[in-house]
Structure formats: C-alpha cells, structure tokens
C-alpha cells in the first residue's frame, strides 16, 4: 500500500500549529507522511514573549532565525516528516510600506513561487495540500500570495510541459483551505464569557473578525482530541510569536480537549468522491 502524503502550504512559523497542528499530528499517528511549507522568514513579526519583546534590539535582527528554530522543534512536536522554507521576507500586514520591499512574498514573481512549490509536489508527490482561502484566511498578504501559489502551482504539478525540469506531472486529488467557522467563534466567546476568562478575540465584533468562515462553505471537522496536548506544546516552542495569555493556551489543558477538539477545513477542489460533509481529509482518496 502507498503511503499517504499530506502537503501543507504555510505563510509564516507558527500558521500550521495554529490552524491545524492537531490534524497534522494526527495524520503522522496514522502513518501519513506529513511536509510543511513555510513562505516567509517572518521577521517582521510582532515579537510577543515580554522577555523577548525587551531584547528587541537584539532580538528583532535574529528573529528570522529564532523562528526557525521555533518551527523546526514544534514540527518535530507535531510529527512531521519535512519542512521546506521558501525564505521570502516577511511582507508585513495588509497595506505596509513593507509590502513592497525588496524580497517581501507580497512581491515575489509568482511564477517563480508556483515553480518552487511545483517542485516540492513533484518530489513530495501529496493526495492531499491544505493551504488558505482567497482572502489568506485573514487578509495578511503572505496569507494572499501562499494561496494564488499553492493553486497554481498544483495545477502546473500536473501538466507536464509547465516547469519542466521541476520533476514528473503529479496531479493532487484534494485541496483544503484551513477554515475558522462562525458557530465555533460564537461558542468559543460564550464558552470564555461563562467561565470568566477575557473575551478571546477581544472587543472586535465576530462579524468583523477577518479570519471567520461562514459555516456554510465549511466542510470537514477532524477529530483531534487525542493530539491537543501536541498542539499545546508546539504552541509553546513558538516562543517570540504566542504568549501564555495566547487564547488556545489560558483554558486548561482538559477543557480544550473537551471543547476545542475539531479542526475546520473547506474542502476546495476534489478529484475524488466524496460526501457534502467529512471529518478525515483523506476521505475519499486512494491510497
Ligand atoms: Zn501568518
């Protein structure tokens, strides 16, 4: 039997832990041989940790670094095989000057992006890439860029005449796009209103939170209670970047279980049958 292969396609450290470490966790329990792409050097982050955030002057220009380090240990938490970094700079967030800067993703050939992305499918050879919605999930342009460049480049990976020298066609049968739904906010904010802990998206209305799904376009939840400990701990290696007061790390570690225990997807494009609803992304899938 083949192995399965999962792709996930990241902008920054820490977007795989958050949006989905518990299912990545969980496919490399399961057998399947898991790879991440990280885009960016995300060193225009906002440095959170306060012993950290103090240092910035010498912190800020090791943070490229630092966060490498970071993505390396909480893959290794998380059970993956292999992590790739593209090794664009950072753009910054939607409308900063920095978006234009020489290097920035925001400003990369896409062409070039999708050739390099083409290769690691052609070498990785997955059945399933998750990656993020139009809007890059929340509107962070390196979210945008690792979008319009997971698509392209897995449908050049099939076409043998595109990038021709980047390995033999390989046609992916799922695309997921990680996905937050609304009626998981709504509870969540009740849930935190209920126990006395801080709103967790703060003031900002749910309608207006940039990163929310309608639950409508929302197809797959994954079980991934056994891996929440995991998730929690690669949350924690992701130092610079996730504080103790980060929302998914104040409740305790048997509430999350309880509570926190689906990861959401869209499932995007699909090669294979399948049903309206799943909870397991390679559902449907040969292998
Ligand atoms: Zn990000």
Redesign the pocket.
């Known amino acids: 039997m083949e192995q399965p292969r999962l792709l996930a396609v990241h902008?920054?450290a820490?977007?795989e832990t958050i949006t989905m470490g518990g299912t990545m966790a969980l496919c490399a329990d399961r057998g399947v041989r898991v790879v991440n792409v990280c885009c960016t050097d995300g060193s225009l982050a906002t440095i959170v940790d306060p012993e950290m955030a103090a240092r910035e002057a010498e912190v800020r220009p090791r943070l490229a670094e630092i966060r490498r380090e970071e993505l390396t240990r909480a893959c290794r938490v998380l059970g993956v095989d292999e992590v790739h970094w593209l090794g664009y700079r950072d753009s910054g967030m939607a409308g900063a000057p920095t978006n234009s800067d020489a290097g920035a993703f925001w400003r990369a050939d896409l062409d070039e992006v999708a050739g390099r992305l083409v290769a690691i499918i052609r070498s990785v050879r997955p059945h399933v890439v998750v990656t993020y919605d139009a809007n890059g999930a929340y509107g962070?342009p390196?979210?945008v860029q690792a979008h319009r460049a997971t698509l392209l480049a897995v449908e050049a990976a099939r076409v043998g005449d595109r990038y021709p020298d980047a390995g033999a066609p390989w046609t992916v049968s799922k695309i997921y796009y990680t996905a937050f739904p609304r009626s998981e906010a709504e509870r969540i904010v009740a849930l935190a209103q209920a126990a006395g802990l801080p709103p967790p998206f703060g003031d900002t209305p749910i309608d207006e939170l940039g990163f929310i799904a309608d639950d409508a376009v929302v197809t797959t939840g994954v079980d991934v209670r056994t891996t929440i400990p995991r998730k929690l701990a690669a949350l924690r290696e992701h130092r610079s970047q996730i504080g103790p007061d980060f929302p998914m790390l104040l409740a305790p570690e048997e509430v999350m279980v309880k509570e926190f225990s689906v990861e959401h997807f869209s499932l995007a494009l699909t090669r294979v049958a399948g049903g309206a609803r799943e909870s397991d992304l390679f559902a449907g899938v040969a292998v």
């Open positions: 902008a920054h820490d977007d962070h390196d979210h």
